[in-house]
């Protein structure tokens, strides 16, 4: 007997990538099938509920949310539950962060409709999938970060950008400039701000403030 399609569910803040992704599966839907697109955190969580993919394929941002913070939902609400994260960045950070998450796989969004299908099928046969190029670098920055190379913070998870942005928390500048000084807009800002609260697992500005000291991340 045939093995039935992947059932997977989409979820992208962009119409057009749902839509593009959707046409280049569409020559393979005798292997994966699209039940579902979603393009917020709370629409993706009612969906997969309904439907009950066999895999969640997600954006790593979206907006107003993160596509790591809405993988964590997920398998807290079930902890069976696949979720492969597709992004434009290949930085070995999120891939890590991913991971932390519990996510099944990294993928860059470069990848061609044949590759995915083939990465997708072998999620749901169980395996964790890691875009290829991105897995060499990533053993390569785990070497580093273990002999305690990098930027401040990088042992906690944070991006080079997030470590920026915390060092201008410790001393006390505002969300307005930290974007000034940075060039970038204040929802960007904020951006940073819960993946860092998260990451070092503090609610606020005053604990991630008593984190980095504490862990000697800034003095």
């Known amino acids: 007997m045939a093995e039935t ?9 962009h119409e057009m990538v749902l839509q593009g992704l959707t046409s280049m599966l569409m020559p393979f839907r005798d292997r994966v099938r699209v039940v579902g697109q979603a393009t917020g955190a709370d629409q993706a969580v009612r969906l997969v509920s309904g439907l009950n993919p066999d895999i969640v394929l997600c954006d790593v941002r979206l907006q107003g949310a993160s596509g790591l913070d809405l993988c964590q939902r997920l398998i807290e609400l079930d902890p069976s539950r696949r979720v492969v994260l597709l992004s434009v960045y290949d930085d070995e950070q999120y891939l890590f962060q991913a991971l932390r998450v519990g996510a099944s796989g990294y993928l860059i ?9 083939r990465q997708l099928e072998l999620v749901r046969a169980g395996e964790r999938v890691i875009d290829t190029a991105l897995a060499g670098r990533a053993v390569d920055t785990a070497a580093r970060l273990a002999s305690g190379e990098f930027w401040p913070g990088a042992r906690q998870g944070l991006t080079h950008r997030e470590s920026e942005v915390l060092s ?3 001393t006390g500048v505002s969300n ?22 998260r990451k070092l697992e ?14 000697g991340i800034f003095r």
């Open 176 to 197: 307005r400039g930290i974007a000034q000084r940075l060039v970038v807009g204040e929802e960007t800002v904020k951006s940073h701000l819960r993946s860092i609260y």
């Open 202 to 215: 503090v609610s606020d500005r005053a604990g991630a403030v008593a984190v980095a000291l504490r862990e």
């Open 168 to 170: 201008f928390i410790v």
């Open 109 to 117: 969004k470069q990848i061609t409709g044949v590759e995915l299908v």
């Open 5 to 13: 399609p992947v059932r997977i569910v989409l979820v992208d803040d």
